[in-house]
Each structure stands twice: as structure tokens, then as C-alpha cells.
């Protein structure tokens, strides 16, 4: 289980998550929802070690990992789909997927992940020679969790996965969504699309101004009016520290890379 306890996280303007708490099991979609700037995707990017919690727990099926690094994290188990997709544009499909295993030196293993990848995203397939600039914003989506499902692991942390997509393509996101949940994967998932994350969720948690206000099954929280008239229909990408968030996204992500190639 993916346990956070009272995490405390922030950026240079100052407290972003104030005591967060929730929990995410094997086998089960977890949504975090709230209104813009409320401090989903810093609960993300604290969770995966791209920011350094200023207080807190996070437990990787026991196992204390508060202060552990990304690299860390995703030896633990814990991969990280940021918002806005961050694949490397001058990179092949392939390059980018082999980003994704950097953690892991033995071949057979890579090999392995990449079947698995292209069986779960068969659109990729034919596309791992181009460059990943040259993809439709689907594609570059589907490389994106591609990529954090090559680390193989236990659990999947999604940041707006259907943002700027078109209806049939977020179908498609959230069926795969649905199917790595099947395959015993936990998936937490922060979606700008409140109704369809509410409905493919076990449980979900309403997030304000840095605080869970309420929780219950994805059931539960659709039908219910505050959580409608809270969030639904409000869309992604407020105050939350916007451009700190990018930032450290940018330069987590070309380490990843850097150490990959050394």
C-alpha cells in the first residue's frame, strides 16, 4: 500500500499541502479532485521526491520513504506521469521508453517491460523510430505513461492525463486506466475531467486549499452536491506554484536522462 500521512509540501511563495492523508492499495484507482491551485499535483510531486516534503510520512508498502529521492521512489515502486506529458521532444519513441528503465541495467529486463508497454499502448508500436515531437498529443500521452510503466511499477502516479486530449482519445486513457488497475497496479490520479475520474475510482478525495476535506468511493463523491457544486466542471493548471512546478519538473527529468546515458 502507497501510504501518506500528514505531508506537508511547498515552493518559494510558501505552504502549498498542509497535512495531506490518504492511501492507495494494489489493485484500486485513487482520485485526488479538487478546484485549481489546490495542491493536487504538489501532492504528487512530494509523493514522488521531485519535491521535498517539508513534513510528513510516506510509506511504500511499509517501508518509510519521507526523504527519499525520485530515484529512490521509483526503486520503491513508485512512478510519476507529471502534468503537461514532459516526453523529450529531439528523442525517438524508443529513447524516451528506454528513459523510462533507467533504473534497471540488465537488458532482458528492458526488453521484457518494453513488450508490455507496446501490448498495453499497440499504437506506439509502429511509431518507436520517430521522433516523439512528430506525435499527436494522444500519442505523446501514451508515451508519457509508457514511459513511467517501463520502471515497472507498483504504483502510478497520473497528473491531468486527459488534458488537451479529445473525448476518444481520454476513453482510451481511462481504459487503460482501468486495466492496469486489473493487472494489480495501484493508480493514484490527479484529472482536470472530475466526472470521469470520480467514475473509475474506488475511492477518491476532495482537496482544498492544500487540505482533504472529504473522502469516500468515486460513487459516493459524484452524487454528491458539494463535491459538484466544489469542483466539478472546474478545470486544471491554477496558482499552485505553476512555474516552480515546471521547473522541477525540467531539471528532474534531464537527470533521469543524463543518468540513463552515463
Request: aromatic fraction near 4%; proline fraction near 3%.
Amino acid at each position: 500500500m502507497l501510504e501518506v500521512s500528514k505531508l506537508c509540501a511547498g515552493y518559494d511563495a510558501g505552504e502549498v499541502l498542509h497535512g495531506v492523508s490518504f492511501q492507495v492499495e494494489p489493485g484500486s484507482v485513487v482520485a485526488v479532485v479538487g478546484a485549481n491551485g489546490a495542491g493536487k499535483s504538489t501532492a504528487l510531486m512530494a509523493i514522488s521526491g521531485l519535491l521535498k516534503a517539508t513534513k510528513g510520512e510516506v510509506r511504500v508498502d511499509g517501508k518509510l520513504m519521507s526523504r527519499a529521492s525520485t530515484d529512490e521512489m521509483v526503486r520503491a515502486g513508485v512512478a510519476h506521469v507529471p502534468e503537461g506529458r514532459q516526453v523529450f521532444t529531439n528523442l525517438t519513441v524508443s529513447d524516451n521508453l528506454a528513459l523510462g528503465a533507467y533504473a534497471t541495467r540488465e537488458s532482458h529486463h528492458v526488453d521484457r517491460r518494453l513488450e508490455e508497454v507496446l501490448e498495453i499502448f499497440p499504437e506506439l508500436q509502429p511509431r518507436l523510430r520517430n521522433y516523439a515531437g512528430s506525435l499527436s498529443g494522444g500519442q505523446q500521452q501514451m508515451l508519457a505513461m509508457g514511459r513511467g510503466l517501463m520502471s515497472d511499477p507498483l504504483y502510478l502516479m497520473l497528473d491531468e492525463p486527459s488534458l488537451g486530449l479529445a473525448p476518444q482519445v481520454t476513453k482510451r486513457i481511462f481504459e487503460v486506466i482501468g486495466s492496469l488497475a486489473d493487472r494489480g497496479k495501484g493508480v493514484l490520479l490527479v484529472e482536470q475531467n472530475g466526472r470521469l475520474a470520480l467514475a473509475v475510482a474506488k475511492r477518491a478525495y476532495l482537496i482544498e486549499k492544500g487540505t482533504i476535506t472529504m473522502s469516500g468511493s468515486g460513487q459516493e463523491m459524484l452524487a454528491d452536491e458539494s463535491v459538484i457544486e466544489h469542483y466539478l466542471g472546474v478545470g486544471s493548471g491554477g496558482a499552485e506554484g505553476f512555474g516552480g512546478r515546471q521547473e522541477v519538473l525540467r531539471v528532474a527529468l534531464v537527470r533521469a536522462m543524463q543518468g540513463r546515458q552515463s
